[in-house]
């Protein structure tokens, strides 16, 4: 795939400062009423245990900066790597930066987590499942697969799937769902391992929901990739769900800004070795704010 046409199906629209998008969100059955607020976090990759280093500071701003928001938000969501090497000292760390926040937090872990059982002491499983205001939240775990034939990719993976299975299940098609992944749940660009081997796995999962808002972290960069919905007809979901060049097709996906570092366009060239600590300019938060049959995603990137 060439870079350009990486952008192009990427579509991602990051702006510096406040940007307001007003989106509609495809065949919405939550009935007009009080709005929902989120606020959304995402890749801190605190190194350590040190709140003098440039990531851990940066996070604590995006926390002051969501604590002073009035009205304060209904829930605050944080998209994965909360560390950078699994280091159960950072880990502590983020726990205490996030742990005055205005709002109950929702978190799933990334890859730069390590491994499950330091992180599931401090945060629980990585996955969650409940109704708020007719909109129903799930919190999907994604996890790098290193060897595969075409080189490192995330996978939901086997008991994940039957566990979302279980979930929808219990779920009216007409309830809009929110997914929360650390990886984007579709197959965008692997050698930037933007690429999530089940995602059509995923898709078939999902398709018999009328509106479905996807959530992810790990790209670095606020985008909107907005699609009008899909529906099935007969049990011919892998066709109308998966695109000829094995995007996912989502009604709507929403990418999250990083508060480490912002992960460049492929066009601008990437760094030799992207670090947290490199400068907060294009990192940053976002507020989700959900109303009637449409959703306003502000990302909040800082200038400096």
């Known amino acids: 795939m060439v870079r350009r046409e990486f952008i192009r199906q990427l ?36 190194k350590d245990g040190d709140p003098r280093r440039a990531e851990a500071k940066a996070l604590a701003r995006a926390a002051a900066e969501i604590r002073a928001l009035k ?36 978190v799933v872990r990334g890859e730069g987590d390590g491994p499950p059982n330091p992180w599931a002491r401090r945060f629980g499983d990585g996955r969650f499942s409940f109704s708020h205001r007719g909109i129903h939240l799930l919190g999907l775990p994604t996890a790098i697969h290193r060897r595969g034939p075409s080189g490192p990719a995330f996978q939901v993976g086997e008991e994940p799937r039957r566990w979302l299975a279980r979930e929808l299940s219990r779920l009216d098609p007409a309830t809009p769902l929110i997914i929360l992944s650390h990886a984007p749940l579709a197959q965008i660009y692997q050698p930037w391992q933007q690429w999530t081997v089940d995602a059509p796995e995923v898709a078939l999962l999902l398709s018999p929901f009328h509106a479905v808002l996807c959530l992810h972290g790990h790209v670095h960069r606020a985008g909107v990739r907005d699609r ?29 800004p990083a508060t480490a570092w912002p992960l460049p366009y492929p066009l601008e060239g990437a760094t030799a070795a992207p670090r947290p600590g490199q400068g907060p300019r294009g990192c940053g938060w976002t507020l989700l704010t959900l ?11 800082w200038l400096a």
């Open 291 to 301: 109303r009637g049959t449409g959703y306003t995603y502000r990302p909040h990137t």
């Open 71 to 106: 009205p304060a938000p209904d829930l605050v969501l944080f998209a994965g790597d909360l560390a950078h090497r699994g280091r159960p000292q950072a880990l502590d760390l983020g726990r205490e930066i996030l742990s005055d926040l205005p709002a109950p937090l929702l």
């Open 228 to 256: 009008r919905p899909v529906v099935s007809k007969g049990n011919d979901f892998r066709e109308l769900f998966i695109a000829g060049n094995r995007e996912q097709k989502t009604e709507n996906r929403l990418s999250l």
């Open 11 to 46: 579509g991602l629209t990051l702006a510096a400062g406040w940007v307001l998008r007003r989106l509609s969100w495809p065949l919405l059955s939550w009935a007009e009423g009080p709005e929902l607020r989120l606020a959304l976090l995402a890749d801190a990759h605190l």
